[in-house]
């Protein structure tokens, strides 16, 4: 059964190059959800072979082909804005960058650009570093890639990261880490030194961006502060709690900072009978402190039942 579901993909990945090919010089743009539905499956299975985040490698080729709709994605099938380079020997097209006129490779297909993606970061040196990293941690890697000289652009990390963040890439990782756990990718990992992947001991997952895990029975502050490698204070910080607190009556604790806002699709919250501005925070992913600027609360002051509470701005 499985084989013939990999039959199935694999043929079906087919039929998407072929008409992705067919389709390169069409006008008609295609949108980011399209964008990421046609090759989200390409970005999952090379990150079982390379160990490239699939999260990382669809927004860098949401950002360097403008969802596809770039001349250079629609004439030259150049997804990731690789340029030439010496050793390249394929066919080549000259596009105003950095500098004017400069070099980028051509490819016959979409898929052949994915494909050279991964070959480029794992055959180089300078890249190598990147594959020490959690395969799960879309926040390194975006930094990492700048700090290796991907990009130019200064602000590459953060556009990286708000890309994969608005659009939930980071769940394609899950499945991709899920392979990782059990199979070695083919691609170039440094075995020493590596950082453990959670997804080796328990099941991570995501609320508003952020990396959370479930309570269990004999979990405790230090039981997961040595699990996961954390600092003393940060997990009772990253979830507004004494360090004494007792953790039973949670049903998860996020493992990295919350954020200041919730997502865009939350603007507010309707306060039901028993809530606390601490569990409305721990709902949404928000900081406790910015909630309570949000809506000028204090820790002594709880919302009433029916309160309308803002979730992403000060309420004038």
Known sequence: MIKNRLTLTTSLIFLLQLFCSANAGSNKKISRQEYIQTYKDWAIQDMKKSGIPASIKLAQAILESGDGNSDLARKSNNHFGIKCHTD??????????DAK???????????????????????????????????????????????CG?????KYPELLIKIIEENE????????????????????????????????????????GVKYIEVKSDDSFASITSEFKLKDWELPHYNDLSKNAD???????????KRNKAHPSH??????????????????????????????????????????????????
Not at 113 to 130: A, I, P, V
Not at 268 to 293: C, R, V
């Open 169 to 208: 890439l980071y769940i394609y990782d899950v499945e991709g880490g899920e392979a990782l756990r059990k199979n070695k990718p083919t691609g170039y990992r440094k075995e020493k030194g590596i950082v453990v992947n959670p997804f080796s001991i328990r099941e991570i997952k995501y609320n508003n």
């Open 150 to 154: 991907y990009a130019t652009n200064p």
């Open 267 to 316: 603007n507010f919250h309707i306060t039901k009978e028993g809530e606390t501005m601490h569990s409305i925070a721990h709902q949404y992913g928000i900081k406790l402190k910015k909630l309570n600027k949000y809506n000028g609360t204090t820790q002594s002051k709880e919302p009433k039942t029916g309160e309308k509470i803002s979730l992403r701005k000060k309420i004038k």
């Open 88 to 97: 390249w020997n394929g066919k080549r097209i000259y596009h105003d960058d």
């Open 101 to 147: 006129g400069e070099c980028f490779r051509v490819y016959k297909n979409p898929l052949e650009s994915f494909e050279d993606h991964s070959s480029f970061l794992t055959t180089r040196s300078r890249y190598q570093k990147l594959f020490d990293l959690d395969p799960t941690d879309y926040k390194s890697w975006a930094k990492g890639l700048k700090e």
């Open 247 to 257: 953790i039973s009556s949670f049903r998860y604790l996020y493992i990295e900072p």
